[in-house]
């Protein structure tokens, strides 16, 4: 506890027990109760919990992703593949790095490259429904995961074959971000990023003898003018793979889980409404219920001090239900007046791919409820044992 500055309550919760992994808001709340900060011990860490301070530790100048050099550690051989994705991630970077590779990132993500893919999503999506299953089935198998993998696929311009091969190498990575990471699963986690960089190499490999009109070719393009080392490039291209399927597939389960028997459902997903209650289902159950930051510089937020070389965590989902901001914050209610929620993060490091992530949901979700107006989940989701991602293991569904 050498980081802590200042008087901040100290709580202990078991980040994979069952009971919190299926229901954390309570804990939550508890936390937002005991003040601005608290100091988790399981993970010996601080924590910011209400909407407030978590935005502001987000922006906060002297905070920020990248490991300060004094707690920077050797990587063993066991996971050099992972590290060295890892070294050149737009997560793990501060500016000027991080400021040179997010701009060219969001060139990717601008509107009308946005717009263009509506067109395919739907089609997705259709084509998704037309294949469900007879009898009760899977939603996030046959739905959730596939849709999010093939759109991120389409933007990257992978063959739809190769993006579901790739969804299962991402998952196997994904998994280092867990509260349930062990060595088994660091050394699973490496062996699938060895063979991702592989299967990026032969992608960009394709791209220099013929190249396309997706992302990944606009990527190599800055790469050879440059603007991108090689390891940059990869490392950038897995990251999109890795969130644009992983965090996207958790929001669509969680809103269609939150919408399928809502008793405001068809009004909840007409056109001048489907905005407002993807941004409602985002708040009320994020894909995503922590990220870090590093104390760069000693300083002080909301009169809580932190000292240099801390670390602070930023509960993303607690903040979403503080209810200074929302008022009967843990009630779902897609009509409610829209505030900014913070599951996109904030500031420089806020998701690149935010306003593809909102498409997919804005156009997935009435697709399958115009198809599928008598969709019935068959008995309630188990929580995927995911911590700190949100989402569910199946949703059982019968289709009518």
Same mark, same amino acid.
């Given at each position: 506890?050498?980081?802590?500055?200042?008087?901040?309550?100290?709580?202990?919760?078991?980040?994979?027990?069952?009971?919190?992994?299926?229901?954390?808001?309570?804990?939550?709340?508890?936390?937002?109760?005991?003040?601005?900060?608290?100091?988790?011990?399981?993970?010996?860490?601080?924590?910011?919990?209400?909407?407030?301070?978590?935005?502001?530790?987000?922006?906060?100048?002297?905070?920020?992703?990248?490991?300060?050099?004094?707690?920077?550690?050797?990587?063993?051989?066991?996971?050099?593949?992972?590290?060295?994705?890892?070294?050149?991630?737009?997560?793990?970077?501060?500016?000027?790095?991080?400021?040179?590779?997010?701009?060219?990132?969001?060139?990717?993500?601008?509107?009308?490259?946005?717009?263009?893919?509506?067109?395919?999503?739907?089609?997705?999506?259709?084509?998704?429904?037309?294949?469900?299953?007879?009898?009760?089935?899977?939603?996030?198998?046959?739905? +959730?995961?596939? $849709?999010?993998?093939?759109?991120? %696929?389409?933007?990257?311009? =992978? #063959? !739809? @074959?190769?993006?579901?091969?790739?969804?299962?190498?991402?998952?196997?990575?994904?998994?280092?971000?867990?509260?349930?990471?062990?060595?088994?699963?660091?050394?699973?986690?490496?062996?699938?990023?060895?063979?991702?960089?592989?299967?990026?190499?032969?992608?960009?490999?394709?791209?220099?003898?013929?190249?396309?009109?997706?992302?990944?070719?606009?990527?190599?393009?800055?790469?050879?003018?440059?603007?991108?080392?090689?390891?940059?490039?990869?490392?950038?291209?897995?990251?999109?793979?890795?969130?644009?399927?992983?965090?996207?597939?958790?929001?669509?389960?969680? +809103?269609?889980? $939150?919408?399928?028997?809502?008793? %405001?459902?068809?009004?909840? =997903? #007409? !056109? @001048?409404?489907?905005?407002?209650?993807?941004?409602?289902?985002?708040?009320?159950?994020?894909?995503?219920?922590?990220?870090?930051?590093?104390?760069?510089?000693?300083?002080?937020?909301?009169?809580?001090?932190?000292?240099?070389?801390?670390?602070?965590?930023?509960?993303?989902?607690?903040?979403?239900?503080?209810?200074?901001?929302?008022?009967?914050?843990?009630?779902?209610?897609?009509?409610?007046?829209?505030?900014?929620?913070?599951?996109?993060?904030?500031?420089?490091?806020?998701?690149?791919?935010?306003?593809?992530?909102?498409?997919?949901?804005?156009?997935?979700?009435?697709?399958?409820?115009?198809?599928?107006?008598?969709?019935?989940?068959?008995?309630?989701?188990?929580?995927?044992?995911?911590?700190?991602?949100?989402?569910?293991?199946?949703?059982?569904?019968?289709?009518?």
């Amino acid at each position: 506890m050498s980081q802590l500055a200042s008087y901040i309550p100290t709580i202990q919760q078991d980040p994979s027990a069952p009971e919190f992994v299926a229901n954390p808001y309570p804990f939550y709340a508890k936390l937002r109760s005991l003040g601005n900060f608290v100091f988790w011990k399981d993970y010996n860490m601080i924590m910011a919990t209400t909407h407030s301070v978590v935005d502001q530790v987000m922006k906060h100048r002297s905070l920020g992703r990248a490991v300060p050099d004094v707690l920077q550690t050797p990587v063993g051989a066991h996971l050099d593949a992972f590290a060295e994705i890892e070294a050149h991630s737009l997560l793990e970077l501060e500016p000027p790095t991080h400021s040179r590779l997010r701009r060219e990132t969001l060139k990717g993500f601008e509107g009308t490259r946005i717009a263009m893919i509506a067109p395919t999503v739907s089609q997705l999506a259709d084509r998704l429904i037309d294949d469900f299953p007879e009898g009760e089935f899977d939603l996030i198998e046959a739905y +959730a995961k596939p $849709l999010a993998v093939l759109t991120i %696929g389409e933007f990257l311009g =992978i #063959a !739809p @074959e190769d993006a579901m091969q790739v969804q299962t190498l991402s998952g196997r990575i994904v998994a280092m971000y867990q509260a349930r990471r062990d060595a088994e699963i660091e050394a699973d986690a490496n062996d699938a990023a060895k063979e991702i960089m592989h299967f990026m190499r032969r992608e960009l490999d394709k791209r220099r003898t013929r190249k396309t009109d997706d992302f990944l070719s606009q990527l190599l393009e800055l790469h050879e003018s440059g603007g991108l080392s090689e390891p940059e490039l990869l490392s950038l291209a897995i990251l999109l793979i890795n969130a644009g399927h992983e965090a996207t597939a958790h929001a669509l389960g969680n +809103a269609i889980s $939150l919408l399928a028997d809502h008793p %405001g459902r068809i009004e909840a =997903i #007409a !056109p @001048e409404f489907i905005a407002g209650t993807v941004e409602e289902s985002l708040r009320y159950r994020p894909p995503l219920h922590m990220f870090t930051r590093y104390v760069y510089e000693n300083c002080e937020i909301e009169g809580t001090a932190f000292k240099k070389n801390g670390q602070i965590g930023c509960l993303l989902a607690s903040a979403n239900r503080d209810d200074a901001v929302w008022p009967d914050g843990e009630i779902f209610d897609p009509f409610r007046p829209r505030r900014r929620h913070v599951s996109f993060g904030a500031g420089i490091h806020s998701c690149a791919g935010a306003a593809l992530a909102r498409l997919e949901l804005q156009i997935a979700i009435p697709v399958l409820f115009a198809r599928c107006p008598d969709l019935t989940i068959t008995e309630p989701p188990n929580v995927a044992d995911l911590y700190h991602f949100h989402g569910f293991d199946r949703i059982n569904v019968a289709v009518k």
